[in-house]
């Protein structure tokens, strides 16, 4: 058994670790069945190797994640080095893994460079040229190495010597800039020289001064701002540091105009060549100014944006008839978020023009009318190279699967575009496939939608002026989101966002950041994202310091809710203000606000309590059980009737009592039926809107009505999830009816192509079809549960996910008369396989193992690490 993949704080090998006792990761790789960890010892230190620093020394445990570094600190912006060895269960050792290593941040008072800025351009409502920043340092000595720190208010790409620093796309990110500003680190020690040296800024208006949703520009500040050190350490053991201050220069060059929402616009002509390399003559430049402002900077939390993918058109451009000259358009295949790469060639100064859209109309025409004020278009002005020009936009992305590119061109190639897919870092981690291939694309669609929403912040959608972080959105999605990729990171970032979103009685806004568009109280579903996102990450990752970290921020929500409550009635309709979203978007069915609301107020409540249990504060435990069961009493009292009828009557009534377990045992029944009723009169259609639609299948499959479940898997109109796949979706879309053959597109002002929130199904399809799901009781997959439930006349159906632990596997078949399944579960876990027969007369069991239980139709066994196979023989 050998420790492999050693990651910090969820990265691998982060330099500018902002965290006083990061957290070691490991995993274990064995071919051998039940191989088990018995105890580690970590080494860290100043070189690979050393233990100079700490040496754990022989630890009994099984622990290979969430490790907190015990060693002694070192300075700012150095590395510390770290190997692990491991003992198996028969307490042979390892021998010591690879080396790894972090590299710490820049505490404040380090910051010895200025904030910097060119001139204001542009007012709320239109946008300016990109700043240039320059200077040029000198370097007398060897070099031994170098890190750049650097920020921005707005948006920037740094450069050295010609070069681009890093592939980080939108750096800073976005955050509550009032509230914290994030930093990165490069090594740029293979950029930096001995002699003369350019150091170089571009800055993007970005979310900080940029348009942001529906409202205009300058929400943060009226101007992008910099602030960057270079750290040079010599050969001789002195070092020097370079920040931004009075002496840089500034200028404007070929970035006529760059917004997140609107586009970029880009005069060739106007390239500043050579101006990020030594000895360029910027005689012309203007000084730039020095900023004093308190921002409270902090090392980088969670991944950065980055390019991840190339599309190819599909087609040939299509040439289109249009006054005053033919637009030529591209289709990528699939709707993405990112920019092209543009490939012309042209006379100096002749312009063409590039417009973005997700869908083509009724005549084959690209679709933009749901971009609300968006433009999503860029411009690019020709320098008449004659070998041809190539270039990408820098500070702007769009959501489009079309290109429009018109103006001044000529009959382009398929080859003038190539699409190139942006999103936060977040590497694959599930797949899924079964037998249906309309499930695998919805499956893919679901994926590609994640991937173009999570773009620094999980966003509604990447297209229209809003793309903002909803927090009803991500809540609902959260759980597939950890299936599909490895979002630790990423919403252990955002989680920060929510709480600098909070308001100071606790309230929790529908959007974080929090633009204020709306108000302070998000409202049922949406502000319990601060419950769930945290707790879902928990059980997914294991990740108890997330929920240490934000403990109090929660328990001042749930102390709202109460308190906004009346007599425990959320939203109740004598409150004053704002009541929630409703079961957003759902089709014909109201369910009350103050019943989606006290149902949430009970889960929440509910939450509170199993987080104070995993922090050990018991105290806690008993007075939000108690919470609890007191809105639960409340619930029933109002929405109830004595025989388990919800008056609302909808689906989403339904799913929310059952899944939040809001009635006794006794009513579970009828509650059961009413719901398996409606969605039956519904012929087998969903009604359920963002708030029920993430529960429903699995209220059904675990409450015996898996038929019922798969029924509306594979419903193919709408409204379902494979109706839009019918249409040739390719993401998912913001409604179910997006566009449908009677009625055409849905309501302009609000109709998505690239919404996730639909395909919260996902996680159903890895849990319940496939059959990989976490155990509460030992969270991060430490122990699995395996419990495919196979139906809806699929014949086959394989999961998988790379877990924190390694990677988990469930693929079933029905070949020759049997189900057979395969199982992996990584080195280190344990797993309890639920096979899908109560008869286990039929059932053949994995060698060496025994059957432990047999209940509701399923034979139950304990599995060690490594392959199993089953096999159930006469399935019907
Ligand atoms: C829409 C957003 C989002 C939803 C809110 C309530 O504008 O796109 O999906 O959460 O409204």
Wanted: aromatic fraction near 10%; charge should be negative; hydrophobic fraction near 35%.
């Amino acid at each position: 058994m050998t420790p492999v993949r050693l990651r910090t704080e969820y990265r691998e090998n982060p330099l500018g670790l902002d965290i006083a006792i990061p957290r070691l990761f490991w995993q274990l790789q064995s071919d051998r069945n039940g191989a088990r960890q018995t105890a580690y010892q970590i080494q860290a230190g100043t070189s690979p190797g050393a233990a100079d620093l700490w040496d754990s020394g022989k630890v009994e445990s099984s622990t290979s994640i969430h490790i907190p570094y015990e060693g002694a600190s070192v300075g700012s912006l150095s590395r510390i080095w770290w190997r692990v060895q491991v003992w198996d269960e028969a307490g042979e050792a390892s021998g010591w893994s690879e080396p790894s290593f972090w590299e710490t941040g820049l505490p404040p008072e380090e910051w010895s460079s200025r904030w910097i800025q060119d001139l204001p351009m542009g007012g709320p409502r239109t946008t300016g040229p990109a700043p240039f920043l320059r200077t040029e340092i000198q370097l007398e000595k060897p070099v031994k190495e170098a890190r750049l720190v650097a920020t921005a208010l707005g948006l920037y790409e740094f450069r050295i010597n010609g070069e681009r620093v890093g592939d980080d796309y939108f750096a800073p990110g976005w955050t509550d800039y009032n509230k914290r500003v994030q930093y990165q680190v490069y090594d740029v020690t293979g950029l930096v020289q001995t002699g003369a040296n350019a150091l170089g800024a571009i800055l993007g208006d970005g979310w900080y001064c940029g348009h942001v949703e529906w409202r205009g520009r300058q929400l943060y500040g009226d101007r992008p701002k910099l602030r960057a050190q270079l750290l040079v350490r010599y050969e001789d053991g002195s070092e020097e540091v370079f920040g931004t201050d009075a002496s840089w220069r500034a200028s404007f060059g070929p970035i006529l105009e760059s917004d997140m929402l609107m586009g970029e616009s880009y005069d060739a002509r106007r390239e500043l060549g050579g101006w990020d390399r030594p000895e360029y003559h910027d005689d012309g430049w203007r000084a730039v100014e020095e900023v004093d402002l308190q921002a409270n900077l902090v090392g980088m939390v969670g991944p950065t944006v980055k390019s991840t993918q190339e599309l190819e058109p599909v087609d040939e451009p299509k040439e289109m008839a249009k006054w005053p000259r033919p637009d030529f358009l591209f289709d990528l295949g699939q709707n993405m978020v990112g920019r092209v790469r543009l490939r012309v060639k042209g006379e100096a100064g002749k312009t063409v023009r590039l417009r973005f859209g997700e869908i083509l109309d009724e005549k084959g025409h690209l679709y933009t009318d749901n971009l609300r004020s968006a433009k999503q278009t860029d411009n690019y002005t020709l320098k008449g190279d004659p070998e041809g020009e190539v270039w990408e936009s820098r500070f702007t992305f769009h959501g489009f699967r079309y290109v429009e590119l018109g103006g001044d061109v000529e009959k382009p190639g398929r080859d003038a575009i190539t699409g190139i897919v942006m999103h936060s870092d977040t590497p694959k981690t599930g797949d899924f496939v079964c037998s249906d291939e309309l499930v695998n694309q919805l499956q893919r669609n679901i994926d590609w939608g994640q991937r173009g929403n999570f773009v620094d912040i999980p966003t509604d959608c990447p297209q229209r002026d809003e793309r903002l972080g909803w927090t009803g959105d991500a809540q609902v999605f959260v759980r597939t989101a950890a299936f599909n990729r490895d979002v630790a990171g990423f919403f252990t970032k955002w989680q920060n966002d929510l709480k600098d979103s909070q308001s100071e009685i606790g309230e929790i806004p529908p959007t974080a950041p929090n633009t204020n568009a709306v108000g302070a109280d998000g409202g049922p579903a949406w502000a319990d994202a601060v419950m769930i996102c945290p707790w879902t990450i928990y059980l997914c990752y294991g990740d108890k310091a997330l929920l240490a970290e934000h403990y109090d921020s929660m328990k001042e929500y749930v102390d709202f809710l109460e308190k906004d409550s009346h007599d425990l009635i959320r939203s109740h309709p004598d409150k004053k203000g704002f009541h929630g979203f409703g079961d957003w978007l759902s089709t014909k069915a109201e369910t009350p606000n103050d019943l989606i609301g006290t149902a949430f107020l009970v889960y929440s409540s509910r939450l509170m309590a199993k987080i104070a249990g995993v922090l050990g504060h018991g105290d806690d435990v008993a007075r939000y059980d108690d919470l609890a069961n007191r809105a639960r009493e409340a619930f029933l009292r109002r929405f109830v009737s004595p025989e388990g009828y919800i008056v609302a009557n909808t689906q989403t009534a339904y799913v929310l009592a059952l899944h939040f377990d809001l009635l006794p045992m006794e009513l579970r029944p009828t509650a059961l039926q009413a719901l398996v009723d409606d969605v039956g009169r519904s012929g087998w259609h969903l009604s359920t809107g963002f708030v029920g639609t993430p529960y429903i299948s699995r209220v059904l499959s675990d409450n015996g009505r898996l038929d019922v479940a798969y029924k509306l898997l594979l419903q193919e109109s709408w409204p379902s999830w494979l109706y839009s796949v019918t249409q040739g979706a390719t993401t998912i879309w913001e409604r179910w009816d997006g566009w449908t053959h009677d009625k055409g597109f849905q309501d302009v002002g609000m109709n998505s192509f690239n919404h996730y929130a639909y395909g919260a199904i996902g996680a159903w399809l890895y849990a319940v079809v496939a059959g990989i799901d976490v155990d509460e009781a030992r969270p991060g997959y430490e122990h699995i549960v395996l419990r495919p439930r196979p139906g809806g006349g699929l014949t086959q159906a394989k999961g998988a996910l790379a877990s924190t632990h390694g990677l988990i596997e469930s693929a079933w078949k029905i070949e020759d008369g049997s189900w057979i399944w395969e199982v992996l579960v990584p080195a280190n876990c344990t797993a309890t396989a639920y096979v899908p027969c109560g008869d286990p007369e039929r059932v053949i069991l994995p060698e060496g193992s025994a059957l432990t239980n047999v209940a509701n139709g399923e034979v139950q066994v304990e599995l060690p690490s490594g392959s199993h196979r089953f096999e159930v023989k006469d399935w019907a």
